[in-house]
DNA sequence: GTGAAAGCGCTAACAG
DNA sequence: CTGTTAGCGCTTTCAC
């Protein structure tokens, strides 16, 4: 592997100077930079950044975590952080933590090994776990996404869940819904617990209770969509409606759905927190609160970017994403 | 950030003695390992990684160039690949090409000069743009993944293309079709022409011509698909079938077909090479060749992992995953 | 069983 | 406008 005294060498000049092309940090005679450029393309020099690194202490490397990158949300989220970090010229690593919390600590400590210069976070479940209650005393930036952790006063872009949810959740109402099963995540989640709060909100506004039975955990998978989906309709009196808070889960009670053979919307409603990416293809097509994941991404990362700059200076910032309530056939 | 240096005097030891009873890369006394130890919890040390890789010359990361993130079929390779990686000890570092010949030269280049240890990359179009017609020079082991770079002789890991697409074509003319539409990604990429030429294949041991204005081109995205199914609609005479060649395009595919309500599959079979996460749940459920994503990921890591030891010695391989042909309501 | 010291490839004073 | 050189934090001979 050729090195900048190789690159020196050849153009007959000091590494200085060939550093100095490289970065445009000096002035250097036109001539001069020339036979450096030259030199850098007939060795094919690539200039190498763990040394830049490890001499700048600066990687120009964001790191995010987030529960999984297979699913769209995340996959949407990561790209608009992505776009926005390579347009300041920083690049992404991208960890999945898969909603565990062992591979949550070792991947922050990875990227925390690999000196990243800022942190995107989506906090496994309440964010109490050791490394991410650390983050603060750590002195790299970071901005927690979709979710927060619990007693971290720190950065976070997420979507305004609590509206969302109360939407869903009167719409449902409003077309006559008198008992309306949720489906959570995992307890303890600030997405949960928000969406539970919009939840609440309006059934207790339009006079309803809150039915404990009627309250399901499906651990934002699939099988968990799937599994309170049967336990919904087990009940001596099923609800008329489901409200399923993500995706994943979405499709979970859509196939027990499918499956069951039950008339979507007659004998069941069904709205999902977060779109399907083909949502609109179903028969019926499905009824949902649309996020933005690619905003908050985009915006999570533009928030990071400034913290480089105001060194914990500024005043710590929550910004909330609009959601929107797409109604369809499934409601 | 404490160093090693600072733990080398906390624990009264040098620092070679600290280097390697973090590395247990030589016997050391049990007390004042774990002195060591000790001081390194007090401090709350974490090792450089980019010092190490300077020294080592190891970054023991896998850089990855994908299309798109976004698509589930990439999302679910990268998942394979990294599950592999880590159990190495390695991570991976996943970068969008996005089918840009410009973004795969920046990505590509940027994980030379950050010394990835080894590369995954499915190349854009051809593969026949200068970067990537340069790796073999370049003595980074890599694998191709999906597609496979023209004129490169280099390990790959792909799908079996010819096989999956002329049992799709096989299927829909056992159904009684003889016009049938394809739709191609991008002219050039192996996935297309293979995919084309079982296409063919299937045709012509059925005694059908190929007929040029049934294959069109849609750049495996979903406008590309919506743009051909439309193509093929406004035909004098136009196919009974379309045999769409990724799950992007079939869902533009889809959506034209549901917006015109074209009955499937009476008045128009579809099939898709490369199934969609929720095909079943559709109306009809989608008849598609399912690949593995995940395995393919798996498998691609698993081999170049392998060259790290058998420097450059063993032959090249090229691996082919098989497909699977699900039939479902929508042929 | 342990330590001293020479670099890995680069940047950035400092000096000219 | 250009060069010399001291590290960045770590690993790894070589020596004891």
Redesign the pocket.
């Known amino acids: ?1 050729t ?3 190789d ?2 060498r050849e153009a ?9 092309v ?2 445009g ?5 036109s ?3 020339e036979r450096v450029r030259q030199a850098m393309e007939v060795l094919d ?4 950044a ?3 690194s ?4 600066k990687t120009h490397a964001i790191g995010a975590v987030v529960s999984d990158i297979t699913n769209p949300f995340f996959a949407t989220l990561v790209r608009g952080a992505e776009d926005a970090a390579i347009e300041a010229g920083y690049s992404l690593i991208v960890c999945n933590s898969d909603e565990s919390p062992e591979k949550e600590d070792r991947y922050v400590r990875l990227l925390r090994r690999r000196r990243m210069d800022g942190l995107l976070i989506s906090p496994v479940g309440d964010g109490s776990s050791s490394v991410v209650q650390e983050l603060p005393h750590w002195d790299t930036p970071f901005v927690f996404i979709d979710r927060r952790a619990e007693g971290i006063a720190a950065d976070a872009v997420l979507s305004d869940n609590v509206a969302g949810a109360y939407q869903a959740t009167k719409h449902l109402i409003d077309r006559g819904h008198h008992r309306i099963g949720i489906i959570l995540g995992i307890k303890g989640a600030t997405t949960t617990e928000e969406r539970l709060a919009g939840y609440r909100k309006a059934l207790t506004e339009a006079g309803l209770s809150v039915s404990k039975e009627l309250v399901a955990y499906g651990g934002y998978r699939i099988e968990g969509g799937r599994k309170a989906t049967e336990d919904f309709l087990s009940l001596s009196d099923p609800p008329t409606a489901i409200f399923s808070t993500n995706n994943l889960m979405t499709v979970g009670v859509l196939k027990t759905i499918a499956q069951r053979k039950i008339a979507v919307p007659q004998a069941m409603a069904i709205i999902s927190f977060d779109d399907l990416d083909l949502g609109e293809l179903f028969q019926p097509p499905l009824t949902a609160v649309t996020q933005n994941p690619y905003e908050i991404g985009r915006i999570a990362m533009g928030l990071l970017l400034t913290r480089f700059e105001d060194k914990g200076k500024r005043a710590v910032e929550e910004i909330r994403v609009p959601v929107v309530l797409t109604v369809r056939g499934s409601t």
Do not use: F
């Open positions: 592997m090195t900048i005294r690159v020196a007959g000049v000091s590494v200085a100077t060939v550093s100095h490289i970065n940090t000096r002035p250097v005679a001539d001069t930079a020099y690539h200039p190498n763990v040394a830049q490890l001499r700048t202490r």
